[in-house]
């Protein structure tokens, strides 16, 4: 989560630069630059959806929440094992709607590299300017 709220402060600090052009973009015209936004704001929101869910899932089981060994924070609910199994499935679909749009996303900048052979990807990587 700390992770999450660093990286949403450096987007936020720091925007992105303009999209590449490339044939892609042309196919699309004008939906291409709403449609990458639309994957990074659902990355977002998924990266926030996860973990919550994840707690709540916990607490709602009536079990402590450990903080890496440094701790606990008890549960402020009384164990309740049907809304626990939903939550529990609501963090599960979050979860693999996660890794599936992390993987539509680390597939389009692949595309992007080897296919239509521009530089998104490059200004991806850290040190690339």
Not at 91 to 106: M, Y
Not at 112 to 117: A, D, L, P, Q
């Amino acid at each position: 989560m700390v992770a999450l709220i660093t990286r949403l402060a450096w987007r936020i600090a720091v925007p992105p630069p303009p999209p590449e052009s490339n044939e892609f973009g042309r196919w699309l015209g004008a939906l291409a630059d709403p449609a990458a936004r639309l994957a990074h704001y659902t990355l977002y929101a998924l990266l926030i959806v996860v973990p919550v869910t994840g707690i709540i899932a916990q607490f709602a089981r009536g079990d402590a929440l450990p903080l890496f060994g440094l701790g606990d924070i008890p549960s402020p609910w009384t164990r309740d094992r049907a809304f626990a199994h939903s939550v529990t499935e609501i963090h599960a679909l979050a979860a693999h709607a996660l890794v599936s749009v992390a993987i539509f996303h680390a597939t389009a900048a692949l595309i992007h590299h080897f296919v239509f052979g521009d530089n998104t990807l490059i200004r991806m990587l850290p040190r690339s300017k």
